[in-house]
């Protein structure tokens, strides 16, 4: 775990504070900062924590086209199980050409506990497209030896309600396994749909640097889900965000 985050702070510092100083017209170092509280903890379909709620810090560096970011997950896996303590470290660059838009990266996925899950370093590449419902292709694949992959294609859709305060979000998902899942269980299709994933979120800008918002999500399994017994769910997420 220290390796990869040293690996990847250390690319982030160089990147963002290292080249020569900016010109007044570049632009400048940008922070975001949150904070959620989650009725699960859903990755790629799977409860990670038994039906248990999670605490989601997170914190994003950007400047220009390049982002470090962190986030963390923490709970307790069943009622009254183990405590669960994931810190996960990525670094990624966005280009954009008209109104396609790809972003390359990496990410690494640390855990302090349970003390005996083995740290993962994953790739990834999202194109996006600027037009109605923003559809977006999302590739992910495991760099440190795992093996398999996940792929999700997802569109989205903002309503405003009240001027520039208040709006609703809109999102849908499906996701795909390239063998990940099949190694992970060691059971299944070793390819096929994962998940689906529905969501609807109410974002409240109360101040120019602070927002608050309100998720609903429906997380439904698919092949590969029901296969190692996942089952649908719905559940709810409110936090709060900070940028500067």
Sequence with gaps: MRRFKGILCFCAAAA????PAARAEEPGVELEAGFDYSGRY???GVDLLGRRPALLPRLTVTRGGLSAYYEGYGGEIGRGGPDYEEHDFGIEYGLTAGRLSLTLGS?????????DYEDELEIYAVSD???????????YYDAKGFGGGYASLEVSH???????????????????????????????????????RLGADLAWQAFP?????LLAERSIALDVMDAVGERDQTFYTVGTALSF
Excluded: C, M, Q
């Design 129 to 139: 497209l600027d037009v109605p419902l923003s559809p977006a292709l999302s590739v």
């Design 209 to 213: 640097a602070v927002s608050f918002h």
């Design 16 to 19: 963002l504070w290292g080249a």
């Design 158 to 196: 903002e309503l405003p309600l009240v001027a520039d305060r208040l709006s609703l979000g809109l999102a849908g998902s499906l996701g795909y396994d390239l063998g990940y899942y099949s190694d992970v269980y060691g059971t299944g299709p070793s390819r096929g749909w994962n998940d689906a």
């Design 42 to 44: 859903i990755f790629r």
């Design 107 to 115: 990410v690494a996925y640390t855990y302090r506990k349970p003390v």
